[in-house]
T-cell receptor, first 117, second 111 residues
Framework: GAVVSQHPSRVICKSGTSVKIECRSLDFQATTMFWYRQFPKQSLMLMATSNEGSKATYEQGVEKDKFLINHASLTLSTLTVTSAHPEDSSFYIC?????????????FGPGTRLTVT | EDQVTQSPEALRLQEGESSSLNCSYTVSGLRGLFWYRQDPGKGPEFLFTLYSAGEEKEKERLKATLTKKESFLHITAPKPEDSATYLCAVRGNTGFQKLVFGTGTRLLVSP
């Protein structure tokens, strides 16, 4: 299967600072990547869909100025949490789509645990 | 609105005790039903995509089946290493790029 990596795996930052999370597709090109957050014992919540070379599409209720997404290349998307606050502490997971001749698969990265103190 | 309901919420099995997890869904034009496995603190691991009623896919001790209203993930003779949360998701015609996830079934297999 396709491999998606994320960096860092864990980050602790102080309230008011910004944090950048990188998501890379290692063995394929991803025109579309997705960013999710997950709270303990809950399912995945889609935050935004990012398409290479264009602006991200944010889900309702997600602040686009707070969660900046950049998808500058076919193998890299970044999520920047700006002016982080404790309520932004969560597990952030990226995902990349592989679509080929009618088949569709979506692979996830290992996740980034963000703790804001 | 596309919806996914998974049952049971949690399931405890003895090693070797086969069982099934259920995923009921409503979707406008199914473009795929997905099964993932998620271990604590990790991202979901892709297992299967099913596209049409009657389709089945297998991988080791796991077999996924699909009808027009639900999907089952059958686990045959499970081992402790099969313990994880199993997530089901659908992709429909509306907002067609998005996967809509269920809340998962937490499986614990005891030796």
């Amino acid at each position: 299967g396709a491999v998606v990596s994320q960096h860092p795996s864990r980050v602790i930052c102080k309230s008011g600072t910004s944090v950048k999370i990188e998501c890379r597709s290692l063995d394929f090109q991803a025109t579309t990547m997705f960013w999710y957050r997950q709270f303990p014992k809950q399912s995945l919540m889609l935050m935004a869909t990012s398409n290479e070379g264009s602006k991200a599409t944010y889900e309702q209720g997600v602040e686009k100025d707070k969660f900046l997404i950049n998808h500058a290349s076919l193998t890299l998307s970044t999520l920047t949490v700006t002016s982080a606050h404790p309520e932004d502490s969560s597990f952030y997971i990226c995902s990349a789509r592989v679509q080929d001749r009618g088949s569709y698969e979506q692979y996830f990265g290992p996740g980034t645990r963000l703790t804001v103190t | 609105e596309d919806q996914v309901t998974q049952s049971p919420e949690a399931l405890r099995l003895q090693e070797g005790e086969s069982s099934s997890l259920n995923c009921s869904y409503t979707v406008s034009g199914l473009r795929g039903l997905f099964w993932y496995r998620q271990d604590p603190g990790k991202g979901p691991e892709f297992l299967f995509t099913l596209y049409s009623a009657g389709e089945e896919k297998e991988k080791e001790r796991l077999k996924a089946t699909l009808t027009k209203k639900e999907s089952f993930l059958h686990i045959t003779a499970p081992k402790p290493e099969d313990s994880a949360t199993y997530l089901c998701a659908v992709r429909g015609n509306t907002g067609f790029q998005k996967l809509v996830f269920g809340t998962g079934t937490r499986l614990l297999v005891s030796p």
